[in-house]
């Protein structure tokens, strides 16, 4: 359809097609049957009347001896208004152009396009109001929704643009659009809309919460759902084992788990769910998009829920610990839990602190622990440690937890900066590009005769000033506290 103009009808730019659009009208009632009549005499020619019949049989089916009854039109196709207009038989000029005045004043002709001008510029102002997301452009499988688009209902009536849609939501929910118009009557029906949607999705739940598009409408269905509701789609998506974990792998899947998370309450759903996700902790601890479920369920759930979580992070410590996701995951195992739980976790990272320490990923784990301030915990780590300072001020990664070791351990500084002082070719150890990083840590927070004694030892090689990794320990007044 184009752009139809208001005004001069005679000089429009092309040759517009709107038959269907007032077929529409006309079925849903919008015309009146003095309207309709008029219409009909409108298609007569403006000259003479003799071949009126003909012109009005190839039009109509049905009799058409009387015009006060109401005329059937046989085909969109043989309904040719938009040749009418575009011939100026609609410009004032022919005789029979009738004189009925209705949309303020205006005649049939001029209120039909007013209408129908009306409903395009609301259909472009709904969809210019769509904050659309980063996704390819797609034609809906249904058509436009815009013009069904009106606020919400009350009381037990369906949402008016919900009544025409029934039947065809699951096809709306895989379409960009289809599916937000879905969500909008979601949030601004009853509980009915919710139910209609609810009845046409469920057989297909599992399909529509790894669609690109569907799973916004599944969130969205999570959060409006009764308990019950939701207890069926949680049998649904957990009557295969290893269904919601794979479900949770998906890139798209993992936002509504996260959601289906967010949203159990009663202790059946959080027991189906947890016993569900249990076997596949694993791949999801270690997986791009999977970690963030295990992440949501220790947000959500409570310490007794997460039992399960904490228990195979301990099983699983060195494994997680050492994955880009899963050291992300074993941090806040050991953040939020308790008791027994959390020193089991500690236990296992302190044991190996030594490894871990030398790991791209497995050295956050041990500065977690050593940034928690727990006395006992950073005692055991310290323990493992020890005797291997230079070595690990070395090294890329590890040179960072020995810096976090002289900044938050107080009662390790000592023994760290007597393993640095010791070393036989000490001006290697400033010339290196990670140890001279810990040289410098060491002389911002050593004191007394400890700040002193590491000062004698550095002087001597004051020649080195030049150089590019001991300019940082011979300016800015390091050496003068």
Not at 33 to 40: A, G, M, N, S, V
Not at 65 to 82: K, N
Not at 382 to 407: D, I, W
Not at 459 to 473: A, E, F, T, V
């Amino acid at each position: 359809d184009g752009d139809v103009k208001i005004g001069n009808y005679g000089e429009t730019n092309k040759k517009l097609n709107v038959d269907q659009r007032v077929l529409e009208m006309m079925k849903r009632g919008e015309l009146c049957e003095e309207e309709e009549e008029t219409l009909f005499l409108s298609h007569s020619p403006s000259s003479h009347m003799q071949n009126s019949w003909s012109h009005y049989h190839n039009l109509f089916s049905g009799d058409s001896s009387s015009t006060s009854s109401r005329l059937s039109l046989r085909s969109p196709s043989d309904y040719s208004l938009s040749s009418y207009f575009s011939n100026g038989q609609c410009n004032g000029s022919s005789q029979f152009t009738p004189t009925t005045k209705y949309d303020h004043g205006l005649s049939l002709c001029e209120s039909l396009l007013h209408r129908l001008n009306i409903r395009e510029e609301e259909e472009e102002q709904e969809f210019n109001n769509y904050s659309v997301p980063s996704f390819s452009p797609r034609r809906s499988c249904v058509g436009s929704l815009s013009d069904h688009h009106h606020q919400g209902s009350s009381g037990n009536k369906i949402h008016p643009r919900l009544r025409d849609l029934q039947g065809y939501v699951y096809l709306m929910a895989k379409d960009q659009h289809g599916c937000r118009s879905l969500q909008r009557i979601l949030e601004d029906g009853t509980s009915l809309d919710a139910m209609v949607i609810f009845n046409e999705v469920i057989p297909h739940v599992v399909e529509l919460m790894i669609n690109p598009f569907g799973n916004y409408l599944m969130q969205k269905l999570l959060d409006v759902c009764n308990e019950e509701q939701r207890t069926m789609i949680i049998l649904i998506v957990t009557q295969e084992p290893g269904l919601l974990v794979q479900i949770a792998l998906n890139p798209h899947g993992t936002r509504v788990v996260q959601r289906l998370v967010e949203s159990i309450k009663t202790k059946k759903q959080i027991s189906i769910v947890t016993s569900a996700l249990r076997p596949g902790f694993h791949n999801l601890a270690i997986n791009v998009n999977g970690n963030h479920v295990i992440q949501r369920c220790l947000q959500c759930l409570t310490t007794q829920d997460n039992k399960f979580i904490f228990e195979d992070a301990t099983r699983y410590c060195i494994d997680i610990a050492t994955h880009q996701h899963g050291c992300c995951v074993l941090q806040k195992c050991v953040a939020y839990s308790t008791g027994q739980q959390r020193e089991n976790l500690i236990t296992q990272i302190s044991i190996n602190s030594l490894f871990l320490a030398q790991h791209p990923y497995g050295n956050y784990a041990v500065q977690f622990v050593i940034e928690m301030r727990d006395f006992q915990a950073t005692a055991m780590v310290l323990a493992r440690l020890k005797g291997h300072y230079v070595e690990l001020s070395m090294q890329k990664f590890s040179s960072h937890l020995v810096e976090r070791c002289l900044t938050h351990c107080a009662e390790s500084r000592p023994q760290i900066v007597l393993e640095l002082i010791s070393v036989h070719r000490f001006d290697l150890l400033i010339q290196d590009p990670y140890a001279n990083f810990v040289i410098q840590a060491a002389l911002s927070v050593a004191e007394g005769s400890l700040h002193a004694h590491l000062i004698e030892v550095i002087r001597p090689h004051s020649n080195l000033r030049r150089n590019p990794y001991c300019k940082g320990i011979f300016s800015r007044n390091l050496t003068r506290k």
